[in-house]
């Protein structure tokens, strides 16, 4: 596997915030979100055999390992790394962007899908594989980055028109006023969930965190 970084941290998005994880993020992405904060993954990182990686990741004292990237599901590898970790018993979040099948990583007991629906804001509102979203289970989650009225538009366009039987997450982009956007949920009373990135709170942007 292509890999650009590992550490320990905690889970600073979605409906695992403050849970301890190993990261592991892959190299290379399909996208190109103009807000995106993990550039540095678009491009070199360091080959690395996905059965050391596992046997690395299986000793960790997490008890979750954080699969992101960049767009881990381009990883030839990935399904091997996935199947053999969650059989040890280790529970894994994958952080996808949703362009590509999340079908085979569906099937294991142990997974959380974190799914990406990208708003206009990133350039990238056509990527959705659409039949994504028929394949996301209850514990999975959707997520949507808003950073202005557009992108809350195209969020309220979307719950309208998709069944979504799982969570939903609306994001703040990294600068836009949080308070904005809860206002906007209850004038709208959307059941959906707000959360910040926690991890940036904590220690601002840099990588490793």
Known sequence: ??????????????????????????????LRCKWCDTTYSFTGGTEEPVRSLIEECSKVWEDWIC????????????????????????????ETGG???????????GTVIDMDVKTPSSG?????????????????????????EIDFSFALEFLKNNLVKCEVILQPAWGTPPDWLVNRVIENRLNVRVMLQMHKIIYGEKRGV
Not at 2 to 30: A, D, W
Not at 99 to 107: A, G, Q, R
Not at 135 to 146: C, S
């Open 1 to 30: 596997m292509l890999i650009t970084e590992k550490f320990h941290s905690i889970q600073g998005e979605g409906t695992l915030t403050g849970v301890p994880m190993y990261f592991v993020r892959t190299n290379l992405c399909n």
């Open 67 to 94: 699969l992101t990237g960049g767009e881990p599901l381009l990883q030839r590898d990935a399904k091997e790394f996935v199947s053999s970790l969650t059989g040890m018993g280790k529970k894994i979040l994958i």
């Open 99 to 109: 362009s590509l099948d999340i079908e085979p990583f569906t099937k294991y007991d």
């Open 124 to 148: 990238e509102e056509r990527s959705l594989k659409k039949e994504n979203l028929e394949k996301l289970r209850e514990l999975d989650y959707i997520k949507m980055v808003i950073q202005n």
